[in-house]
């Protein structure tokens, strides 16, 4: 089984002026959603999303990127790395296993009249 992950790390929460520059992203509100190539009996790809917020590194700056030339991509991987130092890359492991589960389930759930 494939599955396609889409990153949005679009939403960035800013420290107005730090060690003279301004707007400096300390913390990303990030989704990855996995779409599986596997398809439920309605004919749609399975599909899990997981959440989370990460504090960037805003002592260590080597080079600043100022906000106006910060693209999604350059964000994305940002986080990535900073999810790789903390929880070793398990972020679209986790998403797979969301997906695992709903093509497999563990249990069913079934109503008794």
Same mark, same amino acid.
């Given at each position: ?5 889409? =990153? ?8 107005? #002026?730090?060690?003279?520059?301004? +707007?400096? $992203?300390?913390?990303?509100? =990030? ?11 309605e004919?749609?790809?399975?599909? #899990? %999303?997981?959440?989370?917020?990460q504090?960037l +590194?805003?002592?260590? $700056?080597? *080079?600043?990127?100022? $906000?106006? *030339?910060? %693209?999604?991509?350059? /964000?994305? *991987? =940002?986080?990535? #790395? #900073?999810?790789?130092? *903390?929880?070793?890359?398990g972020?679209? +492991?986790? /998403? ?15 109503v008794?009249?």
């Amino acid at each position: 089984m494939g599955v396609t992950y889409e =990153w949005d790390c679009t939403s960035v929460d800013v420290i107005p #002026a730090k060690n003279e520059n301004n +707007d400096v $992203i300390y913390k990303v509100h =990030w989704s990855v959603t996995g779409l599986s190539d596997a398809l439920d009996p309605e004919g749609n790809p399975y599909e #899990a %999303t997981l959440r989370g917020k990460q504090l960037l +590194d805003t002592e260590g $700056i080597e *080079e600043f990127t100022p $906000i106006g *030339e910060v %693209t999604h991509a350059l /964000v994305t *991987e =940002w986080v990535k #790395a #900073a999810l790789e130092l *903390e929880h070793k890359g398990g972020v679209e +492991d986790s /998403v797979l296993r969301m997906i695992e589960k709903k093509i497999t389930p563990e249990f069913t759930s079934v109503v008794i009249d």
